[in-house]
């Protein structure tokens, strides 16, 4: 789309003039990113308040969406969309796979929680790897804590499943570390990201956050910000969102948890170990509260066992199959099955 088109776009706003728009386009606003803006942002940008400021992002949804909605469909015709749309990624381990309906699939969002050295970031890297290697598609993976990516695992998890000959890095677009220094940094990664896709008609298949929660977790602490934190993980999970359908990607996020006994400011007194355990699996709970919990559509938890080469996936959260949980291994190709003698002592 051209400079002349995002502005002719912008000025159809309500409350978004000739002169409002140009400043828009000049900090890089389109439609689509102001549909999702802070509304902090948009009123110093605009010198307004912040009310006027969401009315503008407000109508800059219904500009986006049109006035025409598509109609309505049978649950028939969904299946068959479904079916023809949903493409499903490996987690690398068949077990896990199974338990989460076949697969982790596009057009969804994937919750990884638990503790350090539980399995999530290299979850995450033998996705991306079956999402280059077999399905032929790009991954793009945010970093949001140093030293937690290695551009060499994914090609080694390739190389160890025999896929080698079929990964190609420059299909694996990182954010790294160094470049996201909070959460506004981190949603206006989303924001180049969505652009270099859209540009260069790149088929995203999955797109990854390692860890979704570590920057919310420096910038919001204490009981009165949480109505903030509850704003701010919506409209960052919102354009994750969107993202997910507009490319018909997987987006996977990796996300920190609470110990319990829970702090009261997080549990407001209502969740023991017992509680917790019951609900998630395991004696943690994603650190985020419901707005978290509530949107993303598969939730795993990690736990590691007293084994030193077995962990423990619980599935505490899904529309689509009934919870369950299995055993796994990290190894050189990344998350693996256990082998079947092995297995059969741990579950039974």
Partial sequence: MSQESRLEALKQVKGVGPTAAKKLLSEGYTLFRLSHADPEKISEILGISNKKAQEIISSAKEQLIGDQLPKPTTAKDYEQ??????????SGSKRIDEIVGGGFRSSSTVGL????ATGKTQMILTTIADCICNKGKYAMLIETELDTFDPKRPEQIAMARGWI??????KLIVVDAYKVKDVA???YYYEVLYDMAKEHDWDVGVIAVDSFTAMFQRKFKGRETFGD???ELGRHLSFLEDMAKEFNATVMLT?????????PEESRGGMDTAAVRAQFGTNYMPWGGHTLRHTIGTWLSLEKTRSKNVWKAYLFDSSRVKLGETYFQITEAGITDLPEALY???AK
């Fill in 344 to 346: 059969k002592r741990f």
């Fill in 81 to 90: 969309f479904l079916d023809e749309r949903i493409i499903w990624f490996s």
């Fill in 229 to 231: 934190r509850k704003r």
């Fill in 113 to 116: 929680s638990g503790p350090q």
């Fill in 185 to 187: 940094t981190q949603f």
């Fill in 165 to 170: 000959d079929k990964y190609d890095p420059e």
């Fill in 255 to 263: 996300c920190q948890v609470i110990e319990v006994p829970v702090s």
